[in-house]
């Protein structure tokens, strides 16, 4: 998240006085002085853990500094979600208290209870649960994903998620237009989307869409129980197979977008990973190939976006592989373009 530390020795979008000020007046039993630990890994919205003197420790999300798009870092949006969330069985954090008061620590923010677990999203971090414990991993993984959809969206709560139209011509309009006006000479993203748009599936179940459920959003138990569901900013109603089809994307293209759960390592393959979501919900899922094709187009189009920032030098000087980061695009689509090809 790139949450370098200021001249203070305070984290980037921490004002450690303000933010003490705040916790000793809305959070009970803190212990200051407080502490604030950057989570590093994020491309959005910062995060911290703050821990006190009595070795308490909480969650602290707010956006990035600098200019931004307040409605791509709405993280009282997010509060708002997982507030309305916290009594429908899916594994989340408390949400403990919100502030859109800036003179705090310069931006909106929210805290939640720290949750302690496994964000399965490398090997070293699949290695602390035992064996024996990853098909249980997998199987709370889906029935996570089953609980969000599961989410009753007919009430008024929910009416400021509500969009006219269809998810994915949605979807399908706002990545190309995304595209375009990046000025991205990508050929092969264009000609994918001109496949996904021609014979798109009816969308016959609407709900509470996640929009990036993956293992490495999630906090499991060395147990395998899911502890919570993470990352909410993307959060829309809209057709749930969706989520199913970016969570076999992501499980499916560890070559190409990092780390993914393998059945050599006793994680559930692909197959296993859908199967199940069909049994614990009922729902048919033949189309799900043209999700997870629509869901690589996407990475595919984030990939792309991430690739002309670099390149353009706006990302800062990290150490990434450039030729893999200007491969991507074209490799997600190459996989979208194939799957679709067979249905």
């Given at each position: 998240m790139n949450a370098e530390s200021t001249a203070t020795g305070q984290p980037a979008g921490i004002n450690a006085a303000g933010v003490t000020a705040w916790f000793t007046r809305y959070v009970g039993g803190v212990c200051p002085p407080l502490t604030f630990d950057p989570v590093p890994g994020g491309r959005s919205n910062l995060t911290y853990i703050v821990g006190d003197d009595a070795g308490n420790r909480w969650v602290l999300r707010r956006p990035p500094t600098g200019n931004v798009l307040p409605s791509a870092h709405n993280v009282l949006r997010e509060w708002a979600i997982q507030s309305r969330l916290q009594h429908t069985g899916i594994p989340l954090p408390v949400m403990i208290g919100h502030s859109s008061d800036h003179d705090v620590t310069g931006a909106d923010f929210y805290v939640m209870s720290y949750v302690d677990g496994v964000v399965l999203d490398s090997d070293a971090a699949a290695d602390r649960i035992p064996l024996p414990a990853r098909a249980q991993a997998c199987g709370n993984?889906?029935?996570?994903?089953?609980?969000?959809?599961?989410?009753d969206c007919s009430t008024a709560e929910f009416d400021d998620l509500r969009r006219p139209g269809g998810y994915?011509?949605?979807?399908?309009?706002?990545?190309?237009?995304?595209?375009?006006?990046?000025?991205?000479?990508?050929?092969?993203?264009?000609?994918?989307?001109?496949?996904?748009?021609?014979?798109?599936?009816?969308?016959?179940?609407?709900?509470?869409?996640?929009?990036?459920?993956r293992p490495g959003n999630m906090i499991l138990g060395v147990d395998g129980a899911a502890r919570a569901v993470l990352d909410w900013e993307l959060c829309a109603l809209g057709d749930v197979l969706a989520d199913l089809g970016w969570l076999a994307a992501v499980w499916t293209s560890r070559e190409v977008i990092g780390w993914a759960p393998e059945p050599e390592h006793g994680f559930w393959s692909v197959d296993e990973v859908i199967s199940r979501y069909h049994t614990v919900t009922g729902r048919d899922v033949t189309d799900i190939g043209y999700y997870q094709a629509f869901a690589l187009w996407r990475l595919g189009c984030i990939a792309d976006g991430v690739a002309q920032r670099y390149h353009a030098g706006v990302m800062g000087d990290h150490d990434v592989d450039l030729d893999m980061l200007s491969r991507r695009p074209d490799l997600l689509a190459e996989l979208s373009r194939a799957l679709l090809q067979t249905r």
């Open positions: 993984i889906v029935e996570s994903l089953a609980a969000i959809h599961r989410v994915l011509d949605r979807q399908l309009r706002r990545w190309i237009k995304q595209l375009d006006a990046s000025g991205s000479s990508n050929t092969l993203l264009r000609e994918v989307h001109g496949l996904l748009a021609r014979n798109p599936p009816p969308e016959r179940w609407t709900g509470l869409v996640h929009g990036d459920f």
